[in-house]
């Protein structure tokens, strides 16, 4: 069977088993391994992708289910929104968001997906947005405060 979708803004198809994780055509066949598995079970979201421009743990997405859907990667969020990817990156970086990198992939596609529905969000709104989102090295509040920093700078980019 063949499954025909965009992935990062080109049309693809892949003849892999409908049943198969997203996650893993992604990394396998195509050769994306920003896209991380951290647990496996759709808890931590390093593995976050966006399908039809909403936020889902690949891990837990059939291949068969998204025929005809357009995926965004990390890899691809980097080259079709370069603005937005630099703004989110800087803030991160600047906010010291960073450390290990498992989880970064996944945050910055959960802020990405975010600020796309709300440009302005509060804190509350920020944490409940990066929920699904975790991070064993930051504690989270400057993941946070970079995301209010991408809000802030990026006015007008989401």
Known sequence: ?????????KKVESHSPSGLRLLDVLREEFGLTGTKEGCGEGECGACAVLVDG??????????GSIEGSEIITIEGFKEMRRDRF???????????????????PGMVMATEALLCENPNPNEYEIRMGLSGNLCRCTGYNMIVDAVKRASKEGAGLW
């Not at 069977?1 to 803004?9: P, R, S």
Request: aromatic content about 8%; proline content about 0%.
């Open 1 to 9: 069977m063949m499954i025909k979708f965009i992935l990062n803004g």
């Open 54 to 63: 909403k936020l889902f743990d690949s891990c837990l997405v059939a291949l």
């Open 86 to 104: 630099e703004m989110i990156s800087e803030s991160y970086s600047k906010c010291g968001a960073v450390q290990c990198g498992i989880c970064i």
